[in-house]
C-alpha cells in the first residue's frame, strides 16, 4: 500500500511539474499570461475589472499587488513584471532618471487628485501661521503639492519654475510662515492624519481610499481633475507595442472600466482616453 501510495505521488509530481513546464504562458491552451504590478486601491481593483475582458483576448492576466513606489519598477526592470500600473509620468521620469530605467509609458489610464487632509481644520485659509504641513518624501510629489497650495493662494512660486518640477525651496511667497516636513513614506501618511499629526496632510488618492477615507468629502483641498499627473501603464522599453499590452490599454480605456472608475470612485479617481 505504501509503495502504491508513493508510485502516485511520484506520479502526481511529475505530471505537475510536466503541466508546469508545458506552456511559458499561463493556463490551457494558446493563453498568454501577462504580470502586471499594481497598488492595492485603486489600481489592483481596476484590473480586476478587466480580467475578463483580456480572458476573451487569450490574455491570462495575473496581478501583483505592492505596498510601496519602489519595488513595483524594481520588479519591472528586472523582468518579474510585464507592466506595472500604479505611478505618473513626472514619477517615473524621476525614477528612470535616478536609476538608469529604461521605460516607456504605454498609456495613461486615470488621474487621483491629491488632496490635503486636517482633522484641527475645516480649510486651508483656516490655517494658522507657521502651521505644519506634513507630506511624502517623493520628491515628484512636491511639484503638484505646491502647485495647489498656489492655487489655493497659500504660497507662490517663482516665476519660471515648471509646476510639475517645482521643490520647495522654489517658494517665493509664503505669507503664513507654513513648514513643511517631508520625511515621510506616502503609504504612512493616512495613520499620521488619523493620529493628528501636523496641522495638516497631503495624502495621493490611492493612499486615502485605501484607508477608508473620501477625498472629495473627507479633504480640505483636492486637485482639479485636469492635472497632468495621470496614472499609466509602464513598460521596458520595446514592449509598448506587444498585442498583450496594446490590449490591456484598450481594455482599461474601454467604456465599461470608464464608467466602472465614475461609479465606484465618485470623482476621487477619474478616467482619461490619452
Known amino acids: 500500500m505504501k509503495k502504491w501510495l508513493a508510485g502516485m505521488v511520484a506520479a502526481t509530481s511529475i505530471f505537475g511539474l510536466a503541466a508546469c513546464g508545458s506552456d511559458s504562458g499561463s493556463g490551457s491552451g494558446d493563453e498568454k499570461e501577462l504580470v502586471v504590478g499594481a497598488s492595492n486601491v485603486p489600481h489592483a481593483e481596476i484590473l480586476e475589472k478587466v480580467k475578463p475582458i483580456l480572458e476573451d483576448k487569450g490574455i491570462d492576466l495575473q496581478i501583483e499587488t ?3 513606489y519602489i519595488l513595483p519598477n524594481k520588479d519591472l526592470d528586472n523582468g518579474d513584471l510585464d507592466a506595472n500600473y500604479f505611478q505618473t509620468v513626472p514619477y517615473m521620469d524621476l525614477q528612470m532618471k535616478e536609476n ?3 521605460f516607456v509609458n504605454a498609456g495613461g489610464i486615470h488621474i487621483e487628485p491629491i488632496g490635503v487632509y ?10 494658522p501661521e507657521g502651521a505644519t504641513i506634513l507630506m511624502s518624501n517623493s520628491v515628484s510629489d512636491h511639484g503638484r503639492i505646491l502647485t495647489l497650495l498656489e492655487k ?4 507662490t512660486l517663482k516665476d519660471g519654475v515648471e509646476n510639475t518640477q517645482a521643490q520647495l525651496e522654489d517658494i ?3 505669507p503664513k510662515k507654513l513648514k513643511f516636513d517631508y520625511e515621510y513614506e506616502a503609504a504612512l501618511l493616512p495613520q499620521m492624519y488619523e493620529n493628528e499629526e501636523g496641522d495638516a496632510v497631503v495624502i495621493n488618492s490611492n493612499y486615502a481610499i485605501d484607508a477608508g477615507l473620501k477625498p472629495l468629502e473627507d479633504s480640505i483641498a483636492i486637485e482639479d481633475s485636469n492635472s497632468p499627473y495621470v496614472n499609466v501603464i509602464a513598460v521596458n522599453k520595446g514592449d509598448e507595442n506587444k498585442k498583450e499590452i496594446k490590449e490591456l490599454v484598450k481594455a482599461l480605456r474601454s467604456k465599461e472600466i470608464q464608467d466602472f ?3 465606484e470612485w465618485d470623482g476621487a479617481v ?5
Open 261 to 263: 472608475i465614475k461609479e
Open 118 to 127: 486636517s482633522k484641527k481644520y475645516k480649510s486651508l485659509e483656516d490655517l
Open 172 to 174: 517665493k511667497e509664503n
Open 152 to 155: 489655493k493662494g497659500l504660497i
Open 66 to 68: 505592492y505596498q510601496d
Open 270 to 274: 477619474v478616467p482619461v482616453t490619452e
Open 100 to 102: 538608469e530605467y529604461d
